[in-house]
Nanobody
Framework: VQLQASGGGLVQAGESLTLSCRAS????????MGWHRQAPGNQRELVAS???????NYADSVKGRFTISRDDVKNTVYLQMNNLRPEDTSVYYC?????????WGQGTLVTVSS
């Protein structure tokens, strides 16, 4: 599975941004898709995930601000990020799980200025 992430950029605190992750195969057949992030000096952390059954999971730090969704027709998973904070600045990575295999896309940089 190849994953192509896009949508990062520079925004000011309080603004919104939407990340997209397009998969090379049907996302409806992938067990879980998610977004992780990694800031310099920090470990990669889960931001949000969505299962094949549409169960979503969010990091406490983004609950109520970020929304993950999936478009099965476009084979794309989105991360809508609202009310962004400087501490959301990170490289965001899309990932997918299919069976016992995990796949990662390239990162997309999100920078939030105060």
């Amino acid at each position: 599975v190849q994953l192509q992430a896009s949508g990062g950029g520079l925004v000011q605190a309080g603004e919104s941004l939407t990340l997209s992750c397009r998969a090379s195969r049907s996302v409806s057949r992938l067990n879980v898709m998610g977004w992780h992030r990694q800031a310099p000096g920090n470990q990669r952390e889960l931001v949000a995930s969505i299962s094949r059954g549409d169960t979503t999971n969010y990091a406490d730090s983004v609950k109520g601000r970020f929304t993950i969704s999936r478009d099965d027709v476009k084979n794309t998973v989105y991360l809508q990020m609202n009310n962004l904070r400087p501490e959301d600045t990170s490289v965001y990575y899309c990932n997918a799980e299919a069976g016992l295999m995990g796949y990662w896309g390239q990162g997309t940089l999100v920078t939030v200025s105060s």
